[in-house]
């Protein structure tokens, strides 16, 4: 098993190949699974992941507590004359359907968790659908972000009540910038690097659930996790490096997350879980 | 690790831990009792306690005990479902334990012919542990297609049956075993790579002193 995001790269790089490539050879290797059924496993989990986008961009979705909803549909509608461009704003709309679908309880995939579940398909499905690229081929910028995640499982967490928000969105995020790259042609290398910056810019990130529940600021922070890993995309295919790999900079997640307190980790005991406001709706529930 | 723990499991929200990991341990908690529930009683724990009823968690346990999968649409019916199949439930909340991990659900349950008692915890990502059955410590995951032995504490037991996994050619990835008392009842937990071949619960169940074998596939 690939234990490091630099061993990620330089397989793909000594194959010529991309890292999906790379990594569903290996997969299929280790599980005893025949690369046709991974895909199909990942294709079945990337029509989940496209129902929940296209149910909460079509109608408003309210949560079961009734504190959130219909986020994923507003932005859709302003997605045209969004500030940030269309592309930014509709994968912002996406990851927050989705994120609305997972607090009304309906379906949706843990890409790497529930609370971070809208970020990786809104990146994907949007920069897919802008590059006409077709189902095929995002199901495998998939296997790209799922081995950037397990090597953040392996070398830090993706529990944000061991690491924080930036363990779940972070990593959400980090492996979503490294699909996107992929996904519009960018080189391995440039992956690493983009999973790199999007890591680092919620570095310390607080899991401070309101009410305990998966919803404020879960929502809205995964619409940022989208826009974050479409931009980090960005910089690398610019060729703009992360002086710090991507490896020591899952390795410095880590440790913050270690020196963070546990009230600011999925406790509900600290940042915006414990605001007035963030009291008085958790009495309510 | 695999692929498909990072992206995945396919499920209901909107927890990992406290919806699909508590739907996972109420499937174990069926298991282990080994058929149709009758009758539960399910004390919650510590953050399952808290911040269960935002999380669907009391639903989720339900649906677990009831056989849905994590991405079973009617988790979110199940108190209804569970009216349907006439089960007869009660959920409780536990006093805070610090000992505890924070996500701790104990089942006590009745069948039509068996009573059973399962602890486990929701330990992230949709993933569980067991840690009690019948009082008996026990530690394992689910993940892995798993045998458990209620068996006599007396020698050669526990070889008779590893030969006979080793004979069919099969490799154990974890065993322990666990007792109340020296030469009383004892409890065998063991883990295998391969699925398990049919015909073993029969074979095992065979065996002199062996009072139940469970068998527990991953789901």
């Known amino acids: 098993m690939i234990r490091s995001i630099e061993e990620l790269v ?24 025949t ?17 929940a986008a296209n149910r909460g961009v079509a109608a408003e979705i309210r949560s079961i507590s009734g504190i959130t909803g219909g986020e994923g549909r507003k932005m859709w509608n302003a997605a045209g004359s969004a500030l940030a461009g269309s592309t930014v704003a509709k994968a912002a709309a996406r990851a927050m359907a989705v994120s609305n679908v997972n607090a009304s309880m309906g379906k949706i995939v843990a890409a790497p968790t529930a609370g971070s579940c809208g970020i990786l398909p ?35 967490t993706i529990a944000g009540a061991e690491g924080g928000c930036q363990a779940e969105c972070g990593a959400a995020s980090a492996m979503a910038a490294a699909a996107v790259v992929e996904l519009a042609g960018g080189s391995p290398r440039q992956a690493a690097h983009a999973v790199a910056m999007a890591l680092k810019a919620v570095m310390g990130l607080v899991c401070d659930p309101v009410a ?49 307190s546990d009230r600011l980790k999925e406790t509900a005991m600290g940042g915006l879980a414990v605001t007035p406001t963030g009291k008085n709706l958790s009495e309510k529930i | 690790m695999n692929l498909f723990d990072i992206i995945g499991p396919v499920m209901i929200g909107p927890s990992s831990s406290h919806t699909a990991g508590a739907v996972r341990l109420g499937n174990m908690a069926r298991n282990i009792l080994g058929e149709e529930p009758r009758r539960a009683r399910i004390v919650v724990y510590n953050s399952f306690a808290k911040t269960g009823r935002g999380h669907g968690t009391d639903k989720a ?4 005990l009831l056989g849905f999968a994590p991405d079973d649409e009617r ?15 009660e959920l409780v909340a536990g006093e805070d334990d610090d000992s505890l991990h924070p996500n701790t659900a104990l089942f006590v349950l009745e069948g039509n012919t068996r009573k059973t008692e399962v602890a486990g915890c929701s330990i992230g990502g949709g993933r569980v542990k067991i840690t009690a059955i019948d009082g008996f410590e026990v530690d394992f995951s689910g993940e892995y297609p798993t045998i458990i032995t209620v068996h006599r504490d007396r020698p050669g037991i526990v070889a008779r049956v590893t030969t006979h996994l080793a004979e069919k050619g099969f490799n154990i990835a974890q065993m322990r075993v666990s007792r109340k008392t020296k030469g009383e009842q004892a409890l065998m937990i063991i883990e ?7 015909g073993i619960k029969e074979v095992l169940e065979s065996i002199e002193d062996i009072y139940r074998i469970l068998i527990i596939l991953p789901a």
């Open chain 1, 212 to 260: 305990g529940l998966v919803e404020v600021p879960c929502i809205k922070r995964n619409a940022m996790g989208a826009a974050q890993a479409i931009l980090a995309a960005d910089m690398a295919m610019a060729g703009i490096e992360s002086v710090i790999p991507a490896d020591e900079v899952i390795t410095a997640m880590k440790e913050v997350g270690r020196m963070m």
């Open chain 2, 75 to 89: 988790i979110r019916t199940s108190f209804e479902e569970a009216g349907k199949r006439g089960l007869v439930y």
């Open chain 1, 10 to 33: 330089k397989s793909a790089e000594k194959r010529g190949c991309k890292i999906s490539t790379v990594v569903r050879e290996l997969e299929a290797k280790y599980t005893g699974s």
């Open chain 1, 122 to 156: 809104g990146s994907v499905l949007t920069v897919g659908e802008k590059l006409g690229k077709s189902d095929d081929e995002i199901v495998d910028s998939l296997f790209t972000a799922a081995a950037v995640g397990r090597i953040i499982a392996l070398n830090a």
């Open chain 2, 61 to 64: 346990l339900i649906a677990g």
């Open chain 2, 192 to 198: 295998t790579d391969e699925p398990l071949p049919e």
């Open chain 1, 35 to 51: 690369e046709e059924e991974l895909f199909k496993k990942m294709r079945s989990y990337f029509d989940v992941m496209k129902e």
